[in-house]
């Protein structure tokens, strides 16, 4: 079992910033990739960024320029640094671990993080 705990939500203001952090646990071979979703009131989950263990991005079109998705491999951490944040970034942030393999090329599973609030208010 894999579990997901993240951190660093909270209150921002508008143009400024707030880190998350989320880190894995418990007993597993590799995670190809991590990733963040987001999800606003009323809206369907969406993707925020994700990044492999390669280190290749990819982000939505909201967030390109102003977010980056950073990960250290030896943590089992993925970081998402939120830069000159809107209002409209307000949402729940999950953090996703997919293709997590349990033992070498053993079947590959996807988790979930709790979820951390991420309000953008003056």
């Known amino acids: 079992q894999v579990q997901l705990v993240e951190s660093g939500g909270g209150l921002g203001q508008p143009g400024g910033s707030l880190r998350l952090s989320c880190t894995a646990s418990?007993?597993?071979?590799?995670?190809?990739?991590m990733g963040w979703y987001r999800q606003a009131p009323g809206k369907r989950r969406e993707l925020v960024a994700l990044?492999?263990?390669?280190?290749?991005?990819n982000y939505a079109d909201s967030v390109k320029g102003r977010f980056t998705i950073s990960r250290d491999n030896a943590k089992s951490t993925v970081y998402l640094q939120m830069n000159s944040l809107k209002p409209e970034d307000t949402a729940v942030y999950y953090c996703?671990?997919?293709?997590?393999?349990?033992?070498?090329?053993?079947?590959?599973?996807?988790?979930w993080g709790q979820g951390t609030q991420v309000t953008v208010s003056s």
């Open positions: 990044i492999t263990s390669g280190g290749t991005t």
């Open positions: 996703n671990a997919d293709r997590v393999a349990i033992i070498p090329k053993g079947n590959e599973y996807s988790y």
């Open positions: 418990g007993t597993f071979f590799s995670i190809s990739i």
